[in-house]
């Protein structure tokens, strides 16, 4: 999971609500070296307090470029970044500490108060938009022409010409910009719902094990071998959600209604546009990207077709989703795992592996599950001056050794951009921040793959690939075309309630896993699934975990291949951080996502993951021979 900078948003395929479980996962004492050293951030809370007050100072400063960016155009932009680059590296230190220890009501307020100092900063630097635009593009340009000093600020400057039918003017851009911390209220109060104070479950299972069902312990236990106690454990997750399902439909209501209140005062005829628009992604991506799936959902149904032959069931349920296709009884250590994505991305060249290495040795992680601690898995890269931060909760399964090699890919995309990129152009888009970390789970699979002789090996890394390019690929297209519904409804002046949310995600799940065909029976039951997703707040986010997996997967492929300027397109992308339109960069790099190519790629690869698979499965069936 990859972290925006200065909006403080969450994303993730890999992500999970609530806190890591005590005693449910291999958590060893930790070494130092598996604990992050903030210290490199901010040396004591004395100093993070002094930075606070510094960036209120600075933020307030800006005024004085008001009126006067004509002039002083160069000096005013060094002030706004340094600005807006110490309301980061604030923010770092504060929401990585309180992610440390939810209970901390300390560290929360912290973290809050880095939320209220960016939003200082947004309201004062405001009129930077419409002071731009007023120059007008031939100035700028000629500004840029003329100064040297200006280079690494030129795709900003260039960028809010280019935005110039959706800016307000001044006093129009510091009140959307004071509206930051209202209109992200319902993604918090969703959060302490769903973390603090939503009752959840307790369930015996068969084998008289208790479990407090809260949201820790469900991705703990939904795997669990036994049919029945997967199936109680679904009704009793989601039948408290589905209690709370008012509570949820208000807030994810106000959250849409939100997203439709900002993308009209911007002049957009869409939510959808205004979201993928402040990227300069074209509105078609994600529009492609709905339909294509669309297309392609028999080889999902494939997939789960095969799903049901080898968990051995002939009325495939939701409930069975998660299990692993073929147990593997192995654990690797944190040590293992770092070098097995050392030898996996090998291929990528000594200068990426050797600064990967750099990174696992300097305390750059928080490797291990606690009581408190945030849930899921990070990379925060928004102390630019300092290295990328990465939060794990690792249990010493094997999608624990994925996850350590995912969220290094984007660690790594952050030190490639920082250090090819001044700060105005290093943060990258989003559209673009999950395709090194796919890049790396592939390469690690195939490494796997390459190391292993065992068919039963080899089938559990072949299914593992192919649920992660359901969970990653499928299911994140199943929740961008909810999302695309619900704003959609809203648009139509059509209430959002928990009930009507509950029956439009049921029929979108009915449809993507096959209800209709008998592939996957979806009980009613299933339809609450959204109220636990928090994504949904998080603006038309998911849809780019789809698009960076498809363009990851072919950019593996082709180095893998070693196709002649993959590696060196594939670096370049990453060391471009956000020096360009993120579309553009990537069909630079080569692929064009605004066409079914990449998408229908997705759907060829799995078809040939399967047709491995089924070899396999044929070659098992098949008496051994032997001398009578």
């Not at 479990?211 to 312990?217: G, K």
């Not at 997967?230 to 589905?242: E, I, P, Q, S, V």
């Not at 899921?376 to 794990?392: I, K, Q, S, T, W």
């Not at 660690?411 to 001044?422: G, W």
């Amino acid at each position: 999971m990859y972290r925006h900078a200065p909006s403080l948003l969450a994303c993730l395929a890999l992500v999970t609500l609530g806190t890591a479980v005590a005693g449910e996962a291999t958590a060893p004492t930790p070494r130092v070296e598996d604990t992050w050293n903030l210290d490199s951030v901010y040396p004591s809370i004395d100093a993070w307090n002094a930075a606070v007050t510094e960036a209120n100072k600075e933020s307030d400063d800006l005024k004085g470029c008001q009126g006067h960016l004509k002039e002083e155009l160069k000096p005013c932009l060094d002030k706004r970044f340094a600005a807006q680059q110490l309301v980061n590296r604030i923010n770092v230190y504060a929401m990585n500490l309180s992610n440390a220890d939810t209970r901390n009501a300390e560290w929360q307020q912290r973290s809050q108060q880095s939320g209220l100092t960016f939003t200082h900063f947004s309201e004062e630097s405001a009129f930077f938009g419409p002071e731009i635009l007023a120059l007008g593009g031939p100035a700028v340009e000629a500004a840029i022409k003329a100064d040297p000093g200006l280079a690494p600020y030129d795709y900003f400057l260039r960028s809010t010409i280019q935005d110039a039918p959706h800016t307000l003017d001044a006093a129009g851009e510091a009140l959307l910009a004071s509206t930051g911390t209202i209109l992200g209220e319902p993604d918090h109060v969703h959060t302490i719902l769903i973390n603090a104070e939503l009752p959840w479950p307790d369930v015996t299972l068969k084998d008289g094990t208790k479990v407090h069902l809260d949201p820790s312990a469900w991705t703990y236990y939904r795997a669990v071998p036994d049919r029945e106690d997967r199936k109680t454990l679904f009704d009793a997750f989601y039948g408290a959600m589905d209690k709370y399902k008012g509570v949820s439909g208000a807030l994810l209501g106000a959250s849409t209604e939100g997203h439709w209140f900002a993308a009209r005062a911007r002049h957009y005829d869409s939510s959808v546009a205004a979201a993928v628009d402040s990227d300069h992604v074209p509105v078609a991506v994600y529009n492609t990207l709905i339909a294509t799936t669309n297309k392609n959902l028999p080889t999902l149904h494939r997939y789960l077709k095969l799903r049901a032959k080898l968990l051995g069931v002939t009325d495939l349920a939701y409930s069975d989703m998660y299990p692993p296709l073929v147990n593997l009884k192995k654990e690797w250590t944190v040590d293992q795992a770092k070098a097995l994505t050392l030898e996996a991305t090998k291929v990528l060249g000594t200068t990426y592996t050797s600064q990967l290495n750099a990174g696992f040795s300097g305390r750059w992680m928080d490797v291990y599950p606690h009581d408190g601690k945030t849930g899921g898995a990070y990379m925060d890269g928004a102390a630019y001056a300092v290295h990328p931060f990465l939060l794990l909760n690792f249990n010493g399964d094997y999608e624990s050794v994925t996850t350590l090699a995912h969220e290094w890919g984007h660690a790594m995309h952050s030190v490639l951009s920082a250090k090819a990129q001044p700060y105005a152009k290093s943060d990258y888009s989003t559209f673009i921040a999950e395709i090194a970390s796919t890049c790396n789970e592939a390469l690690l699979m195939q490494a796997m793959l390459k190391n292993t002789t065992s068919d039963d090996d080899k089938l559990f890394f072949l299914g593992t690939q192919l649920e992660g390019l359901r969970t990653t690929y499928f299911r994140q297209a199943q929740f961008a075309e909810f999302e695309l519904a619900i704003h959609d409804q809203v648009e139509h002046g059509q209430p959002l309630t928990g009930e009507g949310l509950s029956a439009t995600y049921l029929e979108i799940l009915k449809r993507y896993y096959g209800d209709k065909e008998g592939v996957t029976h979806i009980s009613d039951r299933d339809g609450a699934e959204w109220s636990y997703v928090p994504h949904f707040y998080y603006n038309f986010y998911v849809y780019q975990y789809a698009t960076s997996i498809a363009a990851a997967s072919q950019f593996s492929a082709d180095i893998l291949a070693k196709k002649p300027g993959a590696l060196d397109r594939y670096l370049t992308l990453l060391s471009a951080g956000g020096s360009s339109d993120p579309y553009d960069l990537l069909k630079t790099a080569g692929i064009d996502m605004a066409t079914p190519a990449p998408y229908d790629a997705v759907a060829t690869q799995m078809n040939g993951i399967m047709d491995q698979m089924e070899a396999i499965l044929v070659k098992k069936s098949k008496p051994a021979r032997g001398k009578h």
